[in-house]
């Protein structure tokens, strides 16, 4: 099949997908695009918002749709590693057996992420890096394609553990989960206080991902819009010659160089689910946000100011 089929064959896959997610999902509408983006660009996503706004459904809903594997765990504060990873055991031979934990499958919904140690958290991001992880001095291979969707609660802070930057940084997209308007909030009332039950289809199976997945990577770039955003990143760092003002002012740290890689692979992924064939300067600028809110520090006049991170990134750009 030819590339160009296979973007109109993504495009329609695409819309199928969330037409199917919003039998369930009413409204979040660029919640679910963000999401839907990190998975065809093969990247892992964090989705921060206070309880209650349907983040555990939103990533259920979209596992159940892409015909995956799913677990979900809860992080909590004793969670170790060997809870996630597996654990070797001493079967009746009396040799040692390796025990798969709950990491092992294509979607990883890693509920309440800051919740639990730095140690557990570590053992996390070796699995979101290598696609693999190491028991016992062997290395075993996850399941592809494998995502990490985490959420995290912003507002209650009394026994978290803050992500560190290195982690941070291993997440595509950092998705602000807002609440819903008026008119979404009764339509969520309205369908979830009855006995309906909705049956969702599988839409596009696990080798059809990874083809797309491949897809992405072979869409050509211009040399204009590889430009553009390895300038926007560099703009973010204090000890850059184009650094403008709203930098030095406001932040005291900027983005890597992970984060021209992530902008640059989700411009090829927001053109080809719009039916282009190649980004343009216009489709960086689209998910700039999501990319660059989790990897630039913010300092402190910036918040006695009241300048969001989203206000400094639309100056920037």
Same mark, same amino acid.
């Given at each position: 099949?030819?590339?160009?089929?296979?973007?109109?064959?993504?495009?329609?896959?695409?819309?199928?997908?969330?037409?199917?997610?919003?039998?369930?999902?009413?409204?979040?509408?660029?919640?679910?695009?963000?999401?839907?983006? #990190?998975?065809?660009?093969?990247?892992?996503?964090?989705?921060?918002? /206070?309880?209650?706004?349907?983040?555990?459904?939103?990533?259920?809903?979209? $596992?159940?749709?892409?015909?995956?594997?799913?677990?979900?765990?809860?992080?909590?504060?004793?969670?170790?590693? #060997?809870?996630?990873?597996?654990?070797?055991?001493?079967?009746?031979?009396?040799?040692?057996?390796?025990?798969?934990?709950?990491?092992?499958?294509?979607?990883?919904?890693?509920?309440?992420?800051?919740?639990?140690?730095?140690?557990?958290?570590?053992?996390?991001?070796?699995?979101?890096?290598?696609? #693999?992880?190491?028991?016992?001095?062997?290395?075993?291979?996850?399941?592809?394609?494998?995502?990490?969707?985490?959420?995290?609660?912003?507002?209650?802070?009394?026994?978290?553990?803050?992500?560190?930057?290195?982690?941070?940084?291993?997440?595509?997209?950092?998705?602000?989960?807002?609440?819903?308007?008026?008119?979404?909030?009764?339509?969520? /009332?309205?369908?979830?206080?009855?006995?309906?039950?909705?049956?969702?289809?599988?839409?596009?199976?696990?080798?059809?991902?990874?083809?797309?997945?491949?897809?992405?990577?072979?869409?050509?770039?211009?040399?204009?819009?590889?430009?553009?955003?390895?300038?926007? /990143?560099?703009?973010?760092?204090?000890?850059?010659?184009?650094?403008?003002?709203?930098?030095?002012?406001?932040?005291?740290?900027? $983005?890597?160089?992970?984060?021209?890689?992530?902008?640059?692979?989700?411009?090829?992924?927001?053109?080809?689910?719009?039916?282009?064939?190649?980004?343009?300067?216009?489709?960086?600028?689209?998910?700039?946000?999501?990319?660059?809110?989790?990897?630039? /520090?913010?300092?402190?006049?910036?918040?006695?100011?009241?300048? #969001?991170?989203?206000?400094?990134?639309?100056?920037?750009?």
């Amino acid at each position: 099949m030819s590339d160009t089929l296979a973007i109109e064959n993504l495009v329609k896959h695409y819309q199928e997908l969330k037409t199917e997610i919003h039998k369930v999902i009413v409204g979040q509408e660029e919640v679910v695009d963000q999401v839907l983006i #990190s998975i065809f660009s093969k990247g892992h996503c964090l989705l921060v918002g /206070v309880p209650g706004l349907a983040k555990t459904l939103l990533v259920n809903t979209i $596992a159940q749709t892409l015909g995956l594997t799913f677990n979900r765990i809860q992080f909590t504060p004793d969670l170790m590693p #060997s809870d996630i990873i597996g654990a070797e055991i001493l079967d009746e031979n009396r040799s040692f057996k390796f025990i798969k934990g709950p990491l092992f499958s294509n979607i990883i919904l890693a509920d309440e992420i800051n919740r639990t140690p730095p140690k557990t958290q570590s053992a996390l991001l070796e699995a979101m890096q290598e696609r #693999s992880v190491t028991a016992g001095g062997t290395n075993y291979k996850l399941p592809a394609p494998f995502f990490v969707l985490a959420t995290q609660n912003p507002i209650e802070q009394e026994g978290t553990y803050p992500l560190p930057e290195a982690q941070l940084d291993r997440f595509m997209f950092n998705v602000w989960v807002d609440y819903p308007s008026f008119a979404e909030e009764m339509a969520i /009332v309205k369908s979830t206080t009855t006995n309906q039950v909705i049956t969702l289809n599988p839409i596009i199976s696990g080798d059809e991902i990874m083809a797309y997945q491949d897809l992405i990577r072979r869409i050509p770039v211009a040399d204009n819009v590889l430009e553009y955003a390895v300038k926007l /990143v560099a703009r973010t760092r204090l000890n850059d010659a184009s650094a403008p003002k709203i930098t030095k002012d406001y932040l005291t740290w900027g $983005a890597g160089p992970r984060a021209s890689q992530y902008l640059i692979l989700g411009a090829k992924t927001h053109a080809a689910i719009n039916g282009k064939f190649s980004p343009d300067i216009e489709d960086v600028r689209l998910i700039a946000k999501p990319i660059l809110r989790h990897r630039l /520090v913010r300092n402190y006049r910036a918040e006695a100011e009241g300048y #969001s991170m989203d206000k400094i990134i639309e100056e920037l750009l």
